[in-house]
């Protein structure tokens, strides 16, 4: 497939333009009336060819507003873009399609799709983008804002099944812990699938993520589950990390000197005092300090 790339189109100023076809259309009017008064024939071999390019004339003059490009074509070829904004002149038989240069928003359908670890889940997303090459959005593709929209869903369903819903490992990135991470793979994703089509990608990010409504409540379950799994593999490193301090210091201060039956008694019951859930009522056994 030839790739087009934009070039700047040749054009005149139209203001200048449009006052030298003022001036012809003026000419022609007191010619015709010049011709009439006289009854001279032969003045017509003058007058219709200037009639003709008069007319000819207004189509080249053309308007570009902010932010937009117009595309030149001439007889299926494309001979340039003109991206100022402003009134211009160019070449009368040349086609001047419009193409959009200003940011556009691209809200994707929920779509259902399965995640990394195999569960259906409801993605979104919302994808910025802009036009940087009017050739190409114009002459690479059919129509840029429709393969805008199919590319960018496909990259959304390609992204999904990459990641897992959520996930309790910190070294492990999910659709949902880990949000600036994903927009970033999904800009990516998006930006690759749409390099032909001449279109930027400024921001890309999920605006709706959930399990599909047929798991959502088991889910749920075992996401509540697996959190305090994992809470609790967090209070019990951080508890056997107090008892072996506790230990060390008593050892290094020789407060107290303790056998291996007493430190696994002391361990056992600051273990038990740390993990619990529920409040712990301390009991002193004072019958030891009498024997």
């Known amino acids: 497939m030839q790739t087009i790339v934009e070039k700047n189109g040749n054009k005149l100023n139209g203001y200048f333009m ?23 024939v032969s003045m017509l071999l003058v007058f219709i060819p200037s009639v003709i390019i008069n007319f000819i004339s207004f189509g080249g003059l053309f308007i570009v507003q902010p932010n937009e ?9 494309y001979i340039g873009s003109v991206r100022e ?21 691209f809200n994707s359908e929920r779509i259902k799709v399965n995640d990394l670890e195999g569960n259906p889940i409801e993605i979104g997303a919302v994808v910025v983008y802009r036009v940087v090459d009017s050739a190409r959005a114009l002459f690479d593709v059919e129509n ?10 496909t990259a959304i369903r390609a992204l999904a099944s990459e990641y897992s819903y959520d996930s309790h490992e910190e070294t492990k990135a999910s659709l949902r812990g880990n949000p600036q991470e994903i927009a970033e793979a999904l800009q990516k994703q998006v930006q690759t699938r749409l390099q032909v089509a001449g279109v930027d990608i400024i921001e890309a990010r999920i605006s ?20 305090i799994i994992a809470a609790r593999k967090k209070i019990v490193e951080g508890a056997v990390g107090m008892v072996q301090d506790a230990l060390r210091l008593l050892s290094e201060q020789n407060i107290v000197m303790l056998d291996e039956d007493k430190k696994a008694t002391m361990v056992n019951n600051l273990m038990v005092a740390l993990v619990s859930d529920k409040d712990m009522q301390p009991v002193i056994n004072t019958g030891t300090l009498y024997q």
């Not at 000419?27 to 006289?38: D, E, T």
């Not at 904004?85 to 928003?105: C, D, E, M, Q």
């Not at 798991?215 to 959190?227: C, D, E, K, V």
Request: glycine share 2%.
């Open 18 to 40: 449009l006052f030298v076809i003022v001036a012809l259309t003026i000419f022609n009017f007191f010619w015709l009336v010049m011709m009439i008064r006289i009854q001279e």
């Open 69 to 77: 490009a117009r595309v030149l074509v001439l007889f299926g070829k």
């Open 85 to 105: 904004a402003g009134l211009f002149f160019a070449n009368p038989f040349a086609t001047k399609k419009h193409v959009s240069l200003r940011i556009h928003n």
């Open 144 to 153: 840029y804002e429709q393969f805008v929209a199919i590319q960018s869903e």
């Open 208 to 227: 709706h993520l959930a399990y599909a409504q047929e798991i959502a409540q088991t889910m749920l379950r075992r996401q509540q589950a697996q959190a």
